[in-house]
């Protein structure tokens, strides 16, 4: 896994209409979900809107950390208090710490983002526990399964993720869209509409973005699937 994630804020996100639905959740035995087939929605999105903040710096995956900490405990996340954390705990993946803020102040991208790996390791310091995935994890023996209908499972279940994804793709903006550059929490699938319904720090009005599941799926298959699971649940 060599994606990191650090793509920031754009204006504006188009969307485009309503397409692809999600199948019934094939759910993971690994953290003791079970199959809940006939759900519309899976996950609360309402719920974890208040929890939403905008960034400021290439930091998506800390706020990201941030929105879910805050869903879990009730308490909001400051992208200060965030970025503290990562700055003062050391990186799994690369010396030094997590996180380093832009050596630009006046370029927000000028940062190296955040490694998926890590946000693992930042979750533990809020005494949360989490699982990271991908398509080669998932195939591993007792790999945590990936993919659509896993994650409808988790997020019936009650458990958080964050995904790795294309922010082109899910922006419908000009730009690479071949590669994974951002994190975002999904909230909730409805399938229903045909929907999935984000936090994304990125954009002015990322709190319960709504994207279509075809372009979310698109969006995060740039990142083979990448997403970190909560263990524990709401």
């Known amino acids: 896994m060599s994606i990191t994630l650090g793509t920031r804020i754009k204006k504006t996100a188009s969307r485009t209409a309503l397409a692809a ?4 959740a094939a759910l993971a035995g690994s953290i003791g979900l079970a199959s809940t087939a006939s759900a519309e929605l899976y996950g609360d999105p309402d719920a974890a809107a208040q929890y939403w903040l905008p960034q400021h710096y290439d930091d998506c995956g800390l706020m990201a ?42 370029d927000p991208n000028s940062g190296l983002g955040t490694d998926p790996r890590d946000i693992v390791v930042l979750l533990d310091q809020f005494g949360i526990t989490a699982v990271i995935t991908d398509e080669e994890l998932a195939d591993q023996p007792g790999g945590t399964p990936t993919g659509l209908d896993a994650l409808g499972g988790y997020l019936d279940g009650g458990h958080k993720v964050i995904v790795g994804v294309n922010a082109e793709t899910i922006w419908d903006v000009a730009g690479d869209r071949t590669h994974a550059d951002h994190a975002v929490v999904v909230t909730g699938i409805d399938t229903t509409e045909g929907v999935v319904h984000l936090n994304d720090s990125g954009i002015k009005d990322g709190r319960d973005e709504q994207v279509t599941i075809e372009t979310f799926a698109a969006a995060w298959a740039t990142s083979d699937n990448t997403m970190v699971v909560t263990v524990e649940t709401s």
Do not use: C, F, W
């Not at 639905?21 to 019934?24: K, Y």
């Not at 869903?71 to 992208?79: A, D, K, P, T, W």
């Open 65 to 106: 950390v941030a929105d879910v900490v805050g869903q879990l405990s009730g308490e909001m996340v400051s992208e200060r208090k965030i970025i503290n954390v990562a700055e003062n705990t050391p990186s799994q993946t690369h010396p030094g710490s997590i996180y380093i803020k832009p050596a630009d102040v006046t």
């Open 21 to 24: 639905m999600v199948g019934a």
